[in-house]
């Protein structure tokens, strides 16, 4: 069943220098239980488009095009007041810096009392058995004992925790995650991962695991959908992305991880950088690094090609 369904979804922000397309036509859908890995290298627009979902985003930017349908409800003509009944609710976020999320001179447990009570109509001592639960569900020792403490007293990774346990108190459809992991280490990452997978299942939520780390989503993603310049250019199930990339784009980035490359030699890259929201050239946007555009890609953006695997390119790998 479709959770979510996101169609041709424009944010743009006006400018004194002009209008920057942020998001521009992106498309993609979400089932119940299902985690789609949304990547690609920063200012591809990812980012936007979960703060787009969640009606986050703050002037100059808006929202100028296309449907978000959260459950079937259009979420682009739903009210403010009924936005942030969703939000934190049957809708939630992760954001890369726990500290967006937890007030540094609040106790844990207070603020994850007060996000419950936000939602819910029960005693305060309800609120707080739910708050350690959910601490307890995402690894935390000791969970009755660390909702009094502070969020200083906790390392990266533990707050971390913390903001996980935040947004699944209400159990919720929908997580939105934007580079939670970022800053962390290898081992507390792969960690934090395993059990945000575990959970996801458990729950029967959906997940959008946005990351520039191709990496971190090959592990976790049901499917992966790559953004460049502001658009989806392709999208399909993780291991056909991966195995068999039918974008250039895509190929580079499967190429350049690490553990791609022999040890001791050069690591290979996607040569140039990607263009500025402000100035991307006419036609591909990839076109400027790319080892296979052609005529068509100077001046025509190329269309999206039909499900269950997409790509923009009018000049596809593995194409005869």
């Known amino acids: 069943m479709t959770l979510l369904e996101v169609s041709e ?7 004194p220098a002009g209008t920057v397309k942020a998001v521009d036509g992106v498309s993609f859908s979400l089932a119940k239980g299902e985690i789609i890995g949304l990547v690609g290298e920063s200012g591809s627009g990812k980012s936007i488009t979960g703060f787009s979902i969640l009606g986050l985003v703050d002037p100059p930017g808006k929202v100028v095009g296309g449907t978000i349908r959260f459950n079937g409800e259009d ?10 009944a969703l939000r934190g609710d049957r809708i939630a976020m992760i954001f890369q810096d726990p500290m967006m999320t937890l007030n540094p001179v609040l106790s844990i447990g207070t603020q994850m009392v ?26 935390i020792p000791r969970p009755e004992e660390r909702l009094d403490a502070y969020p200083h007293e906790f390392s990266g990774g533990m707050r971390q925790r913390v903001a996980i346990a935040t947004a699944l108190l209400h159990e919720p459809d929908l997580i ?10 290898v081992t507390i990452q792969s960690q934090i991962l395993s059990e945000v997978q575990g959970l996801a299942a458990e729950m029967g939520m959906g997940l959008i695991w946005i990351s ?11 499917r992966i959908a790559v953004m460049y310049a502001g658009r989806i250019v392709e999208e399909g199930p ?3 992305v991966l195995d068999t990339p039918r974008h250039p784009y895509t190929s580079g980035l499967v ?4 553990i791609a490359n022999e040890r001791g030699k050069p690591l290979r890259q996607i040569r140039g950088s990607a263009p500025s929201a402000l100035h991307r050239p006419e036609g591909c946007a990839f076109r400027p ?7 068509l890609c100077v001046n025509d953006v190329p269309e999206t090609c039909a499900a269950p695997r997409r790509w923009r390119c009018f000049y596809p790998l593995g194409s005869s």
């Open 238 to 240: 993780r291991d056909d």
């Open 289 to 295: 690094r790319c080892d296979h555009a052609g005529d």
């Open 75 to 84: 979420l682009r003509a739903a009210s403010e007041a009924r936005l942030r």
């Open 176 to 185: 939105i995650a934007d580079e939670p992991t970022t800053a962390l280490d």
């Open 255 to 258: 190429a350049s991880a690490p």
């Open 212 to 222: 520039h780390d191709l990496g971190v989503v090959a592990g976790l993603a049901d």
């Open 114 to 139: 007060e996000t419950v009570l936000a939602h819910r109509r029960m005693s305060r001592a309800d609120a707080r058995a739910k708050a350690r639960d959910a601490l307890g569900r995402v690894g």
């Open 9 to 15: 979804l424009k944010t743009w922000f006006e400018t």
